[in-house]
């Protein structure tokens, strides 16, 4: 090994703690370091054999499969590992692994006499050694650590590829749509390739397949490797049980996952290397890189018969040379991306580098003079990251040269030169590795950190307004009688699902929690049925105002994490005396909110059940045609019509029928006087005419109430919950501010009863608070308004240095007497009066040592300038006085 003895580390093993990693074993594998054994865990081990009576069995330690030193040193690793950490340690001879950790660090492997790898043991550490599953694990560390080096540099190479071909980059920008739907490894590594390319422009529009699907392939290998690196951290740790667990088969399966991003991979970088010898401008120098290429770089045929080799052997379960197989398809995968990496910096640099070898670019016979070439294409702007990486590589290629003027040979140095250093093994590789990822680190750590998508920050002059909305919602709803209730953020997932329709796909789940599957609450309705049932409440008024979260996707005034502020009515009462103070409530609170101009959409779930009968709709269909329906407010009726027939097997007719419905809307009392015309299709159908009897209870009480002319009968309103049963209504805003809905609600009386409880009618509003602070933070702007961040009555302004304590103590003084106050230390006058100003306070007391000598302070009214001395025994008395004012 090329290491120096004393250069080397010392991996310890069998520790109390300790624990081995792919990384520990390939740098003992690539003989970078040596072994300790841990001297607690000798104690444990025997002397002797505990069992003479039974003969030893002879046995050879080096597996008859490994096809070269690092695998066979990687397997003797991790058997040792196993062998310390074995289950009745007590029952394996001193011996055994000291041998291995001698044989390990004296580098012997593999002569004409190793040391003493031939050796007998005993029944137990027979089992112990077949069945450690070493060889297999060995050779998974070593892809594990190459595997995750390879993740890190694809991208780097991939993007030095995109630049040499001038191939458009903002296709990086778009892996990432925010729906929530997303390929986590594919949009890691389109942001690193932004980090990488940042700065880098093209005027070339429109991406190759190999571009395109390198987000996807580079990601896929990302994935492949963290399962590995799962898997192997757990079986290299793990102690020997006394027979075979079958980690061939479960090993293979995720090594196979490996082997197929391997060859995918394999096959896209190979394109992109093709494409960059296509672009490189002197032909000479294309020659003759293309006549090393086709000599040295691995072919499509022979990654094909790579990858065709692992499958046949996982196929007829020869699970070691299936592994062998794997890491040997990733050398080949290895020296493709190496021959990537060659022409995409040759496309870019080569002729330039070329030319300063005797002022001539000149491989073999060919020879071009730089100065009676073509004119020079517009050399490409690097990247800030890739432009680092291209420097490193000349600096080492410039040195490689040694002064030689044959090109060609020089040429060659510099391809040996840089396939050397994508050797996993050479200490270049660490350096280009460890390159890489300062690059992305340290662009990542200049960019601000982002939000989530679908959630926002509340500064303080956000917050005033957001409390001051909160304060009358809640003023509105104690009005009303309603107690306060608080729930989980999250429910079983089995209380949400089945709730919502076809809106459960935005659910948001959570990871399987001790045998629980629970998910984030989308609303606050169906907890509160939850509540009633589990606690048998038969009358029960409650609000609640909390934070609910939907996997939706984001727009102005649409969140993925918002809160509701609602209002539930259950138990029985009068018919429709409920449904009334819902509505009226929900016209109280928009008219206190101050918003400015809205109106109430609202229709009763019967008649709308009671209409798609009419219209043919069959029962099995009428929740998701009313999830259809729904869109009306957002999409053309063609729209939803061509959804309903094609998407949702809909008859071209019934579709045409609902539509002539779905478009009636206009004054309650006079569209329902229109539905109960004599005859009327809907007095015919007893869903549809009882739901008119209970309009017409609603609108009388609506028109006495003086909150009627809020309201709109609109046909199309459908709610696209499941559990509404009668009355709907939905809020608009019909200002400039576009945010769609801002509240909603209605009749939901089957939603208690579906928890197994006796059925509690009820009904209730949710009002979406985002939205509202939307329109009050834009009106707040279109009026030039301005909000105080905080409610200081007081500024106590000591002037000097060191005067904390003084501070402390006359600020506790108007703490004390509930004055809400602040203190500020400082030696200028300025900075005291620009810090009131900043935060409009309205007055200031100012304490400095002039006044305190003779026991006096002075009060500033900071709008009129005016000021007055005042003693400092009564000053906390002087300033009540003037805010009474």
Known sequence: MAAEREELKIISLGGKGSALTSTSVYAIATGHAQVRIDSSVLDRLTDRNRNPQKPLTPICLIPNKAPNLIETRAYLTVLLNKLLHYTNSSNVRKFLPNLIAETL????????????????????????????????????????????????????????????????????????????????????????????????????????EAVLKMTKINGKLREMVKALHTLTRVELNSGVKGSRGGSGEAGGTTVLGLASALWNLGKSSLCRAKMNLDVVENESLRDGLVGLFENKCPSEDCLRNGYKAVSDSQLVEDYGKFVYGVYGLLGIVWSIVGWEEITAFLALEGVELMGGIGGQVNVGDAKVDKKSGKKKKKKTVLGKGTSVIVQSIKDRLQIVAGGSSDSLEVLEKWVENLLSSFDPKQPEFDEFVQKVKEIVERNESRRLPKLPKGTRDFANEQMVIRERAFSIITDVFKRHGATALDTPVFELRETLMGKYGEDSKLIYDLA??????????????????????????????????????????????????????????????????????????????????????????????????????????PPEKFRTICSSIDKLDKQSFEQVKREMVEEKGLAVETADRIGTFVKERGSPKELLSKLKREGSEFLENASASRALDDLEILFDALERSNCINKVVFDLSLARGLDYYTGVIFEAVFKGSTQVGSIAAGGRYDNLIGMFGSKPVPAVGVSLGIERVFAIMEQLQKDRNETTRPTETQVLLAIMGSRKVPLAAELASKLWCAKLKSEFVVSTRFDKLMSRAKDSNIPWMVLVRDRELETGMVKIKNIETKVEEDVPLSTFVDEVKKRLSL
């Open 512 to 617: 399987d929690q001790g045998g629980e599957l629970c998910s984030l609450r989308y609303d606050l309705t169906v907890p509160f049925a939850r509540y009633v049932a589990m606690n048998g409440t038969t009358s029960f008024k409650r609000y609640q105002i909390a934070k609910v979260y939907r996997r939706d996707n984001p727009s102005k005034g649409r969140y993925r994490e918002f809160y509701q502020c609602d209002f539930d009515i259950a138990g029985q009462y009068e018919e429709m005396g409920p449904d009334f103070e819902i509505v009226k409530i929900l016209t109280e609170l928009l008219d206190e909110l101050d918003i400015g101009d809205y109106e109430v959409k609202l229709n009763h779930r019967k008649l709308l059940d009671g209409m798609l009968e009419i219209c043919g709709v």
């Open 105 to 208: 660090n004296s580098n012997k492997i593999g002569s004409e006499e190793p040391l003493g790898l031939n050796v007998e043991v005993t029944e137990e550490e027979r089992v112990v050694i077949e069945g450690s599953d070493a060889e297999f694990y060995g050779v998974c560390a070593i892809l594990d650590h190459e595997g995750m080096g390879l993740g890190v540099v694809i991208d780097a190479v991939a993007a030095l590829s995109c630049e040499a071909v001038k191939e458009d980059a903002r296709s990086f920008d778009g892996v990432d749509s925010g729906d929530g739907f997303v390929d986590k490894e594919a949009a890691a590594v389109a942001s690193d390739m932004k980090v990488l390319l940042a700065g880098y422009d093209s005027n070339k529009r429109g991406e190759s």
